[in-house]
């Protein structure tokens, strides 16, 4: 298994555009998660889905950002608009049961 | 509120010595305790995961304890090699399967 992809590895965006973040997590795991890493917060859950429905979504910071995943095999983070305290790194992780994720190796996002 | 907290940001030791780092918590109740490895410009890797059950766990040279009375977990790293080093984050869980991490400590091996 190829495990966790997420694309792109890095994006550069201007203020005020739309950034889309994609994640194919592994095959047969139920579980997705989107975290988010700064050096000042280390890692955040921004929303967390099970069977390809959200669970829980309070850790996303406002109504700029919004996640789906239309199928078992493709999540995707947005963020609309984009604002530089957006910069960060974006994780996404698959789990089969809950426990023991798999990480992607993440999306560098520096918004300016 | 609940806190996660590691000993120390960075912890440096000699090749062939046992590291030891610690996790403490506190307002959490949690099922189970995971440690993962983190290399810079890469995701957290898994390593092990111990149950509110469980006393201790090991794998190869690495060894983790869990005491639910002291809100405190150990992770052992033995006979450490410079290929060690790297951030060691540990996380637990909350309601419904998601996990809280703490914000790591940085390990250096030194040769």
């Known amino acids: 298994d190829a495990g966790v992809i997420q694309s792109p590895r890095h994006e550069v965006t201007e203020m005020g555009q739309e950034v889309t973040l994609r994640c194919k997590p592994i095959?047969?795991?139920?579980?997705l998660f989107w975290y988010r890493q700064t050096m000042m917060r280390g890692l955040e859950l921004l929303i967390y889905?099970?069977?390809?429905?959200?669970?829980?979504d309070s850790g996303m910071p406002e109504d700029r950002f919004s996640a789906k995943m239309p199928n078992a095999s493709f999540s995707t983070l947005k963020i609309q608009p984009s604002e530089p305290r957006d910069s960060a790194v974006y994780f996404c992780?698959?789990?089969?049961?809950?426990?023991?994720?798999?990480f992607g190796s993440g999306t560098r996002l520096t918004v300016v | 509120s609940q806190k996660i907290e590691q000993n120390s940001e960075a912890l440096n030791i000699q090749e062939g010595k046992t590291a030891t780092l610690t996790c403490n918590y506190t307002n959490y109740s949690p099922a189970y305790l995971q440690w993962y490895r983190q290399d810079p410009g890469r995701g957290p890797v898994f390593l092990l995961l111990?149950?509110?059950?469980?006393k201790e766990k090991r794998k190869e040279r690495l060894k983790v304890t869990f005491d639910t009375t002291l809100k405190q977990s150990l992770f052992h790293i033995t006979a450490s090699q410079p290929a060690d080093s790297a951030t060691y984050l540990c996380?637990?869980?909350?309601?419904?399967?998601?996990?809280?991490f703490g914000s790591g400590t940085q390990l250096t091996v030194l040769p």
């Open positions: 992780a698959s789990s089969p049961t809950g426990d023991g994720y798999t």
């Open positions: 996380a637990l869980d909350g309601s419904a399967r998601q996990l809280t």
């Open positions: 111990i149950r509110e059950n469980e």
């Open positions: 889905f099970n069977n390809n429905v959200p669970i829980d």
């Open positions: 095959s047969g795991h139920d579980y």
